[in-house]
């Protein structure tokens, strides 16, 4: 099991139509799936997403830490947020 750490999310970079998921207990992650990742906190590693395929965790989806708040994305899209919207139809 890997453990990944997620990062901050900054304006901008997120689209309108991704979520927040909201951690209410800090011992309680707020996904766990089948996959190979752990996701933690950027700022205080604390344990947000277990056994999570990369697939799932995309740019999109947003958890904010339930001990310290900071609002978190994980980072398998690397590219810049103008590119991962879709374009208009």
């Given at each position: 099991?890997?453990?990944v750490?997620?990062k901050?999310?900054?304006p901008g970079e997120v689209?309108k139509?991704?979520?927040t998921?909201?951690?209410?207990?800090p011992?309680?992650p707020?996904?766990?799936?089948?996959?190979?990742?752990?996701y933690?906190?950027v700022e205080?590693g604390?344990?947000?997403a277990?056994?999570?395929?990369?697939?799932?965790?995309?740019?999109?989806?947003?958890?904010?830490?339930g001990?310290?708040?900071?609002?978190?994305?994980?980072?398998n899209d690397d590219?810049?947020?103008?590119?991962?919207r879709?374009?208009?139809?």
């Amino acid at each position: 099991m890997a453990t990944v750490t997620m990062k901050q999310v900054r304006p901008g970079e997120v689209p309108k139509d991704g979520g927040t998921a909201v951690q209410d207990d800090p011992a309680r992650p707020v996904f766990s799936g089948n996959g190979p990742n752990d996701y933690v906190c950027v700022e205080c590693g604390n344990v947000l997403a277990t056994s999570m395929h990369p697939d799932a965790m995309t740019f999109k989806v947003r958890v904010r830490c339930g001990v310290c708040r900071t609002i978190n994305v994980a980072e398998n899209d690397d590219r810049p947020a103008s590119q991962r919207r879709k374009p208009p139809v």
